[in-house]
């Protein structure tokens, strides 16, 4: 085979998501969310919304989202992004509207703005990196922390009597009368990436029909705060959260509609 064959657009494998800028991500090395980030940026392409989205970034290890997807955004105070993309709703309806959180944003500090957003049935879409601790301030316990697992502040680990349970946020929003879909995917596959993606297509396209709200969770590894190397972590994840977070869909109107 010929070199210029290699290089002819029909014969493309991977390329670099037209929406992501030329900038080096902040995340450390097997940080899953620049995985997450190509996806979002993939989608809002290929659904020609690149002049009609709009993402609300959080506080935490995400708070510079805005600097790696060539979309409008809005910068959120500590847990309230739901409020906001509320608003940015109601207020261009014919906008994409998403908020990118962490689950110390959404579901410590921001846990009343997440269910009560969802509830209403927001026409927005919530993506969730689920990576069971605080990753940006040092590593200390998160409300997702599983029961055992060690962090800064709980260095015995998550002791139920004294830290109390996991919040397991996507079984709370499957229950909201205002949701329309509700997911929880992961990234540390290539078949776990395609269905990440497609998940993230669909809430997107039910939030553009009006369906409601919806949440995409991605459980997610954190190397620097689990203090374990990209592929052990990975192991990990495999291994302890999914027997606590399961992944799949937990709600789709439009499959009980058929």
């Known amino acids: 085979m010929k070199r210029e064959d290699i290089i002819q657009p029909e014969n493309l494998v991977y390329e670099k998501p037209k929406l992501l800028n030329d900038m080096t991500m902040h995340y450390c090395p097997g940080c899953s969310h620049g995985v997450v980030h190509k996806l979002i940026a993939e989608v809002i392409d290929e659904m020609g919304m690149q002049d009609h989205s709009i993402g609300i970034s959080p506080v935490g290890c995400g708070v510079f989202a805005y600097r790696y997807i060539d979309i409008d955004w809005q910068e959120a105070a500590h847990g309230r992004a739901p409020a906001l993309a509320t608003a940015c709703k109601r207020l261009w309806p014919d906008r994409l509207v998403f908020t990118y959180q962490g689950d110390g944003d959404l579901a410590a500090i921001g846990t009343a703005e997440t269910i009560h957003?969802?509830?209403?049935g927001e026409n927005i879409t919530i993506i969730y990196i689920n990576n069971a601790i605080y990753g940006m301030t040092g590593g200390q316990m998160a409300p997702t922390?599983?029961?055992?697992?060690k962090t800064a502040t709980c260095p015995y680990g998550r002791d139920p009597q004294i830290h109390g349970y996991p919040l397991n946020m996507s079984e709370i929003a499957a229950q909201l009368q205002?949701?329309?879909?509700v997911t929880r995917q992961s990234v540390h596959s290539v078949p776990?990436?395609?269905?990440a993606k497609k998940a993230i297509r669909h809430a997107f396209e039910l939030s553009m029909q009006g369906k409601g709200s919806n949440l995409v969770e991605i459980v997610a590894t954190c190397s620097s705060g689990w203090k374990l190397s990209p592929v052990k972590a990975n192991q990990w994840m495999e291994q302890h959260m999914?027997?606590?977070?399961?992944?799949?869909d937990l709600k789709d109107v439009t499959a009980e509609k058929q």
């Open 242 to 248: 999914f027997d606590f977070y399961h992944v799949g």
């Open 178 to 181: 205002g949701t329309a879909f």
């Open 192 to 195: 776990a990436i395609r269905k």
């Open 145 to 149: 922390t599983l029961e055992g697992m």
């Open 117 to 120: 957003a969802l509830n209403r």
